[in-house]
């Protein structure tokens, strides 16, 4: 049996001590001895005792069902005992006791004991009532739980959409216990006789208290109930909050409260507390398009429009392609149609059950508005970049972004500046932009009198290989310097983040959230104020130096793309734009408008807006569960990986410690699990470092297997054991938990490992001397003969207006590139030379992207360095966007660069 110590979270270790209960009983039940074996008594003594505190957060089994198992294991009931574990067991793991009340006594028979849940169809799981869970925090006698209990189970009807059971706990922290830890809570009330601290001392829950920021030792009793309700905003703000309360309105008023959903006031009004219950979690179970999208295919209509598909009828009179109405079934063609009225919406236009749609998703992701796109996020960040970047207008942009983002600035005239990632030449990747290098840039844009044509900073959170900056640092300092600078976050993997509350502090909705409400204090105005005293004449070494703190007048203008479909529950290309920004109804709405209707489809796809209505409605109800299972997922990989002695062999598992230079982990956490400590605390990284590792990115340097990236994830992974992933380098794998991963899924990748690792093993002790000596050569080239990874190089000077700032006019150098006549190729392997050019003096006439990494090394306009050459000859991938292997890299003629200076067009007025 694993300690206490093994595991990350306590739903794991509830998930376990409840199997481990099933083995100890049923062994008891069944032994020779008449009492049990001395050894599986004190076994089920101390399982009972390790379930007594986690069960008090949870309404099944039950307080009153769990202080039976006890009774019946003192009075030695063992039979009985096993039978009502049993079955507390497999309704825990199927789900059962959602759908039906779970018989616990022996006396009892279940009609359906023996029914397997996971059989159930889909079709007969819709038609069960949703249940949940009530939290209610009060500290109470025995006699007043039965009674609270009892007047709330009153209030249930049969015509309620769904169905609920309460759980009741004593004290501030005990409600925060609760919410991080039974994810089946969807409404919590507050009522007046509220305490301050827990009785529970298990570290595996009191561990959940270290996310809670602010200092509640100092709080009055009268204090504890507002607070709670504004503590709750902050961790689970998709909850619904009630504080039943008997101070004045008055008093209320004036209080935080968060996002407290209504005040009772001295009053036990249980049935209008029930209604307010099921109207809240009504509000954010309702899908608006996908149930109209539901109620327009049962309709009886005539088809006299575009779409011969729609309604099936091309696909039911076909002879040939009858395969494809039973592969998809009847529903998804009576839902096909062009058609925006009979109920329906219109993307381009929404007026109805998509606008409805959009701003449950604004409300659920923390927007002010939010805009879905059925063509991916790549679109998503052209219309947000063509809808505020003009002609001429500096984006700052890290190199090593997604290719739709160059593009883009193409597309929009910007002049770019690149920002250079620190490299992780070691594993062959970059990781993301410091802070440091963005204010100097910044700052250097400052100095040549060019900031008020800075626009917008472009940043990619997280990477693809889970490096996450610190968002709401990043944009304090700099709008301390541009104080109504753009931020485009682009957290295409990261929409599943809102809906884990250590995860959720590192995103731009709530960064942006923050930061405008703490701008208005007058804490803030006070801090900004002393340093401008201090920064004084400060040159811009100083300003570098210095946490910089922005303007109380400094606008908020955030804006998020997010590949809904890539972590969360939506079809393939389901996205969604979030916006936060001050100046968007001002400025911005009717330039995004347009911007949205250029890359808008007018045919969207309906089953793709229904995803991401669906998925919305998913996250708020459920997403917490999700994440938290994807993030436990994660940690297991990560530990057994770690602590392996034979994958350590030939894997090795790279943690915080190798993703992230020890001078942007100011927390000092090198990883999340060390075998000697078990497990660090993740809330103190991710509160204080520049840069996090998101958990759920495990990367595995594979370098010692002898096989390079690709191969492993090609011909080992997929060809031999169906495992899919996505990104490699040259000499790593990534390994990507998402809301679907299963313990068992997991399993089955360690053993994967394990047996590749035991499949080397055997082949080098039969290996000859002169193979040992080629694999050892091989895992030399693999893990220290690494091409460098270079650094963006510059802008020729015929795409650029000066000297004094790096930045240049990619478009200018893209649309150069479509006369033929202006370009040449130069052979990557030849005397570097084109046209008499040396190598230094040679411009790159279009994007080159290698895939790994996936982002340009070259754009066009750019000078090509030798560095660069040199990386792209010692690349041993076989897919290079825009390298023609017969020809060579794409290159500006001399000529064609001196007749474009020549024509005295500058970069600024393109």
């Keep these: 049996m694993q300690t206490m110590n093994d595991y990350y979270s306590a739903i794991q270790l509830r998930s376990d001590r409840w199997s481990d209960l099933r083995e100890a009983t049923d062994a008891l039940d069944t032994s020779n001895s008449a009492a049990g074996p001395d050894v599986l008594k004190e076994r089920v003594k101390d399982l009972l005792e390790s379930l007594a505190p986690i069960e008090t957060y949870w309404a099944f089994p039950g307080i009153a069902a769990f202080d039976h198992l006890r009774r019946q294991f003192e009075h030695h009931n063992y039979a009985d005992l096993a039978i009502v574990v049993q079955r507390i067991v497999r309704a825990l793991t199927s789900g059962a006791y959602r759908r039906r009340t779970i018989p616990l006594d022996s006396e009892t028979t279940d009609a359906e004991d023996l029914e397997d849940e996971a059989l159930l169809s889909p079709e007969a799981r819709a038609l069960t009532k949703p249940y949940f869970e009530v939290l209610i925090v009060d500290d109470v006698t025995d006699h007043q739980e039965r009674w609270l209990r009892s007047s709330m189970q009153r209030m249930r009807r049969q015509e309620d959409p769904f169905t609920y059971e309460p759980v009741i706990v004593s004290s501030v922290e005990d409600a925060l216990i609760a919410i991080l830890f039974n994810h089946n809570i969807q409404a919590v009330v507050v009522r007046p006789g509220v305490t301050l601290k827990s009785d529970n001392e298990m570290p595996i829950l009191t561990r959940y208290l270290s996310g809670t920021s602010r200092e509640i030792d100092t709080l009055q009793p009268a204090e504890y109930g507002p607070e709670l309700c504004r503590m709750i905003a902050n961790v689970r703000p998709e909850l619904d909050a009630y504080l039943v309360t008997d101070r004045s309105a008055e008093a209320i008023a004036v209080l935080d409260l968060g996002l407290c959903r209504r005040v009772f006031y001295n009053q036990e009004d249980f049935h209008e507390l029930h209604l307010n219950i099921m109207r809240g979690v009504q509000s954010r179970y309702k899908t608006p398009f996908f149930t109209a999208l539901k109620e327009f295919s049962k309709q009886p209509t005539g088809v006299f429009h575009a779409m011969p598909i729609s309604r099936g009828k091309s696909i039911a009179k076909s002879h040939w392609i009858q395969d494809m109405g039973a592969f998809y079934g009847p529903n998804i063609f009576l839902a096909e149609t062009s058609a925006t009225s009979g109920g329906l919406d219109s993307l381009l236009e929404p007026v109805g059950p998509i606008k409805k749609a959009q701003e449950n998703a604004a409300r659920a992701f923390g927007a002010k508005q939010t805009f879905f796109a059925t063509n991916g996020t790549s679109t998503c960040n052209k219309i947000v970049v063509q809808a505020l970047v003009r002609p001429g207008d500096i984006v700052l942009v890290d190199r090593d972004c997604h290719k739709s983002h160059h593009y883009g600035l193409v597309l929009a005239g910007a002049q770019v500046v690149y920002l250079d990632s620190y490299p992780l030449s070691e594993y062959s990747m970059y990781g993301?932009?410091?802070?440091?290098?963005?204010?100097?840039?910044?700052?250097?844009?400052?100095?040549?009198?060019?900031?008020?044509?800075?626009?917008?900073?472009?940043?990619?959170?997280?990477?693809?290989?889970?490096?996450?900056?610190?968002?709401?640092?990043?944009?304090?300092?700099?709008?301390?310097?541009?104080?109504?600078?753009?931020?485009?976050?682009?957290?295409?993997?990261?929409?599943?983040?809102?809906?884990?509350?250590?995860?959720?502090?590192?995103?731009?909705?709530?960064?942006?959230q923050v930061l405008r409400k703490r701008l208005k204090t007058a804490a803030h105005i006070d801090k900004y104020e002393s340093q401008q005293a201090e920064l004084a004449g400060a040159d811009d070494a100083a300003l570098l130096n210095t946490c910089l703190i922005p303007p109380p007048d400094a606008r908020v203008r955030v804006y998020s793309t997010q590949s809904t479909h890539k972590t969360l529950t939506a079809l393939r290309q389901g996205s969604m734009i979030h916006v936060r920004d001050q100046d968007f109804k001002g400025e911005v709405e009717q330039a995004f408008h347009e911007a949205y209707m250029t890359h808008t489809s007018t045919s969207p796809n309906y089953q793709i807006i229904a995803s991401l209505d669906v998925g919305r409605r998913q996250v708020e109800l459920e997403g917490f569960e999700f994440v938290q299972r994807q993030v436990e997922a994660a940690m297991t990989m990560r530990r057994t990986i770690s602590t392996h002695p034979l994958l350590n062999k030939y894997f090795k598992l790279l943690t915080a410690g190798d993703m992230i230079p020890e001078e942007y982990r100011e927390s000092g956490i090198k990883s999340y699990y060390d075998p000697e400590q078990g497990w660090n605390d993740i809330w103190e990284s991710w509160a204080l470092d520049e840069f996090a590792l998101d958990a759920t990115r495990v990367t595995i340097a594979v370098g010692g297997t002898g096989w390079d990236g690709d191969t492993f994830k090609t011909q080992i992974l997929m060809d031999k054991f169906g495992i899919q992933i996505n990104k490699t380098s040259r000499n790593t794998v990534l390994f990507m938990t998402n809301i679907g991963t299963t313990r068992s899924s997991v399993a089955y990748l360690i053993e994967v490992l394990i047996q590749i690792a035991q499949e080397l093993d055997d082949r080098m002790n039969d290996a000859s001397k002169m193979e040992k000596i080629g694999f050892e050569r091989r895992i030399k080239q693999l893990t220290k003969e690494l091409p460098p990874l270079p650094d963006f190089s510059r802008f020729d000077d015929a795409f650029r207006a000066d000297h004094a700032t790096p930045e240049g006019d990619m478009r200018a150098a893209f649309f150069l590139s479509y006369n033929e006549n202006n370009c040449d190729y130069l052979d990557l392997y030849g005397d570097e030379t084109v046209g008499g050019q040396e190598n230094n003096g040679l411009v790159s006439a279009s994007f080159i992207i290698p895939y790994p990494p996936g982002f340009p090394i070259l754009v066009p306009g750019q000078v090509i360095s030798k560095e660069i050459l040199e990386f792209m000859r010692a690349l041993d991938v076989s897919e290079i966007h825009g390298y023609r292997p017969d020809l060579g890299l794409r290159v500006f003629t001399k000529e064609?660069?001196?007749?474009?200076?020549?024509?005295?067009?500058?970069?600024s007025a393109t």
Excluded at 444 to 469: E, I, S
Excluded at 486 to 506: C, K, M, S, T
Excluded at 897 to 907: V, Y
């Design 896 to 907: 064609a660069l001196e007749d474009h200076i020549n024509k005295g067009k500058p970069p």
């Design 432 to 512: 993301a932009v410091p802070l440091r290098e963005i204010k100097h840039q910044l700052l250097q844009l400052k100095a040549a009198g060019k900031l008020d044509r800075v626009r917008m900073l472009l940043l990619t959170n997280c990477t693809f290989d889970g490096v996450v900056y610190n968002v709401e640092r990043v944009m304090e300092e700099c709008l301390a310097i541009k104080p109504n600078l753009v931020f485009l976050w682009d957290e295409a993997w990261f929409a599943f983040a809102r809906f884990g509350p250590i995860y959720r502090q590192r995103t731009a909705m709530n960064a942006a």
